[in-house]
């Protein structure tokens, strides 16, 4: 079978990661008996260069064509000043939106042989940190009403939700958490917020499908709190844009692992867009120093999710554990100076980590 993959390499590092990622899809095809094609698209900073626009018409068409999108990462400082309709971030929001994936999976997962670099002490870690967090991505603040008052002394943004897009994002949430540990806290702010009581009462109305999973519920500002007092409490966590948005930031950054960590954005049906969680690093664009294993495991998500190829993605991710059991390392994830100098060889770059995981593979 052929797989029709519509890249978006993107701006900073993002050209230098997407390229191991396709170069170990490769690897896997060969493996199993699959062909991927690969047809890169412009958006971000890298498109507003060629033509004006973040996200131009054709990559967006060519987007929803594929059977999966694969982006690496966009923006940068160069486009820093750009006014909001022109900066590179609003390709990612029109992605999410002409895409229509209102579901983002981003696993927080520290890796075990990584656990060094991990900020919180081992007592509070116990046996590891393994968190989904479901974040609604095509609603609430970021795509509500907003504006300004004629004479800027006042401005609003407006959080908006309705009963189906509310449904469609806490039934992901418990279907993953049917296949994980069954724990799944809803993260909201229901003391105050309108939108949050619905999210409750939908919630409420369809626990009954799911008896096995233990649900809970839990206000932001506490879930922010527990995130770092006692992590391994969560499971599953599904909660709004905004919401979403900040505590995976955190989750990520308790692992230790951000240059790790996979992201995957699914809709009902069509394609889903896939990303490492980590941004485009300008400062070492090119330079044969960007951690390629984030992408690497984001191709591991999007054979699983979009082609159903469980085995292929295992595959992926027993070939990064073992590259990290060798003790290779790529300079973000190397540790301390003394560490980093105790390495000698085994300190490598982009491409020498894509060729351990193919070869590994
Ligand atoms: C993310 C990013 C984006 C978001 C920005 C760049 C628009 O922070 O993917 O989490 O806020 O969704
Ligand atoms: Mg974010």
Redesign the pocket.
Known sequence: MNYRIVTIPGDGIGPDIVHEGCRVLEAVGKKFGHSFSFSPVLAGGAALDATGEPLPQSSLDACCAADAVLLGAV?GPKWDTLPGAKRP?KA??GLRAGMKVYANLRPALMFRQLSAACPLKAEVVGSGLDILIVRELTGGIYFGDRGRSPDNSSAWDTEAYSVPEIARVVKIGFESAMKRKKRLCVVDKANILETSRLWREVTESMKGDYPEVALSYMYVDNAAMQLVRNPAQFDVIATSNMFG?IL?DEASQITGSIGMLASASLGDSGPGLYEPIHGSAPDIAGKDLANPLATILTCAMLLRYSFGLEAEAKAIEGAVEKVLDAGWRTGDIAGSAADRAALGDKLVGTKKMGDLVVSAI
């Open positions: 923006g971030e990612l929001l948005d995976s």
